[in-house]
């Protein structure tokens, strides 16, 4: 079992940055594909980024691609989300999870943290 626990989100400016930081306890981080999800106010919960094990590949959503950097210390059993010139369309619950497989789809994802809000105002 791994229990994922997300921080940094908050209220910015469009044109901001945040970094959001997810930590892995119950095993280690670095057994695990790891991604960040968001979910809007009613929609989908959609994909945003993805990182292997070893952090040698990532893969974005076309949305934040150029924008948003996924990162990971296997050391500290941590995965990042840096976004930078936030936008209000990037206003979500952001999700952290883990996954055996290399993949975008919600579903090949195992475990999930509880999410964090970022919110963006124009």
């Known amino acids: 079992q791994v229990q994922l626990v997300e921080s940094g989100g908050g209220l910015v400016q469009a044109g901001d940055s945040l970094r959001l930081s997810c930590v892995a306890s119950g095993r280690t981080l670095s057994n695990y594909v790891m991604g960040w999800f968001r979910q809007a106010p009613g929609k989908e919960r959609e994909f945003v980024a993805t990182?292997?094990?070893?952090?040698?590949?990532?893969e974005y959503a076309y949305s934040v691609k150029g924008r948003f950097t996924i990162s990971r210390d296997n050391a500290k059993n941590t995965v990042y989300l840096q976004m930078n010139s936030l936008k209000p369309e990037d206003t979500a619950v952001y999700y952290c999870a883990a996954s055996r497989y290399f993949a975008m789809a919600s579903s090949s994802y195992y475990y999930w943290g509880q999410g964090a809000q970022v919110t963006v105002s124009s």
């Open positions: 990182i292997t094990t070893d952090a040698l590949v990532t």
